[in-house]
């Protein structure tokens, strides 16, 4: 028996040894590159994640000539409270930047190996590569003779669907990308919400161009669900906010839950109906905003429509849509039904409402002359458009 527990014991000190210096041996890396979040005209914060504690900060440059190595560039940390935060997701906030004006980035992330006391051990740096590539870069936004943008949703984990769509998109031409919501079927981990639709979202385009979420009822689901917020922050620091680019107000909904929060797969975990009402009170502020109130073009995006009989559905048609109405909206893109359907204005619905289906990519130009919303399908026809013209 003792030579037994003596074999026992040597193997359990023999895993422990090699699980220490398997921990020892990681070493720090940038697990998921940096996306944009929350850009407005003079703001704009920057995300990334480490596998191991650190600190983080941004190098930031403006769009001259000069390398990046140029020069001594000005550091932003992750910090609050005056500290530098510690983690493995990292958020760096930069304000006092110029409407409509290109900056490139570098990210940086530092080790935290030990903090014990007042004392602080640091581990090895990493960071985005600006040597032999370009470095990384946004466009803040701002005056324009057009806004152009394309919608996907209900995307559910399928990375290879939201590929091709992006494919049609015309990235390059595109100011921003709006992700309408359900992009996954529930939110269980950092890992499974890269891997269903964020990483393939910074190879395509979040490093260097927008993307702007409207939260959809699934990413309402699951364990990491309540981890949402700190991926996606917002300029209002809410799940609902609004924006401009050039002559287009944006007023972005968060939708919540589709069914009563008594509904038994909710679990008693959810309290939307009071979230919605919240909501409505600062819509009723929203749009007497100056830039929502002189917009050329006013438009509302929001995951659920206000139609269908559910009772999610009719909470944004009691709540939502009569502050909607006397504002003047002129469009609401939705999604949710995973069909495509235009409904046209109603004594209800001041506006028409285009429901993407989770299949199509809705591609928008609003010039001077004319908003266009083209509904396309993956094998790149038209399947329908709405047009409208600009309210002044």
């Known amino acids: 028996m003792y030579k037994y527990l003596r074999y026992v014991a040597l193997a359990l000190l023999h895993l422990l040894i090699f699980d220490g210096n398997a921990q020892q041996s990681e070493k720090i890396s940038l697990t998921h590159l940096p996306y944009i979040q929350g850009l407005t005209e003079q703001s704009v914060s920057i995300l990334w994640t480490t596998n191991l504690p ?12 000069s390398h990046f190595y140029h020069t001594e560039r000005p550091k932003y940390f992750a910090a609050a409270y005056g500290f530098k935060k510690v983690g493995t997701i990292h958020q760096v906030d930069l304000t006092g930047l110029k409407p409509g004006t290109k900056y490139r980035y570098r990210v940086y992330s530092q080790e935290v190996t030990k903090h014990v006391g007042v004392n602080v051990e640091y581990g090895k740096v990493v960071a985005t590569g600006v040597y032999r590539q370009e470095p990384l870069s ?64 910074i190879k395509r385009f979040a490093s260097n161009k927008p993307m702007f979420y409207s939260r959809g009822n699934h990413e309402t689901r699951g364990p990491f669900a309540i981890a949402y917020p700190h991926y996606f922050p917002t300029p209002t620091g809410k799940l609902y906010y609004q924006f401009q680019h050039g002559e287009t107000a944006f007023i972005v909904l968060d939708c919540g839950e589709d069914k009563p929060d008594s509904d038994m797969e909710y679990s008693g975990i959810v309290e939307m109906d009071n979230y919605r009402t919240q909501q409505a009170k600062w819509l009723e502020a929203a749009v007497e905003e100056s830039s929502y109130k002189n917009a050329k073009y006013k438009v509302i995006i929001c995951h659920m429509p206000p139609f269908g009989g559910w009772h999610g559905e009719q909470e944004i048609l009691d709540k939502f849509v009569p502050i909607l109405n006397r504002s003047g909206a002129q469009i609401m893109l939705s999604g949710h039904l995973h069909k495509h359907i235009i409904k046209q204005k109603t004594g209800a619905v001041n506006f028409p409402i285009i429901v993407n289906s989770n299949n199509n990519l809705l591609k928008v130009n609003l010039t001077s002359e004319q908003g266009s919303f083209k509904v396309i399908d993956q094998q790149g026809k038209i399947v329908d458009e709405v047009k409208i013209k600009p309210l002044h």
């Open 54 to 65: 650190a600190t983080g900060w941004v190098e930031l440059a403006p769009d001259d000539s």
């Open 138 to 201: 946004f466009v803040t936004l701002g005056p324009s003779q057009a806004t152009r943008f394309s919608v996907v949703n209900d995307i559910h984990g399928r990375s290879d669907v939201l590929n091709k769509l992006l494919d049609l998109s015309d990235l390059p031409s595109q100011d921003f990308i709006v992700f309408n919501g359900d992009m996954v079927d529930n939110l269980l981990s950092e890992q499974q919400m890269f891997d269903g639709f964020m990483d393939t979202a």
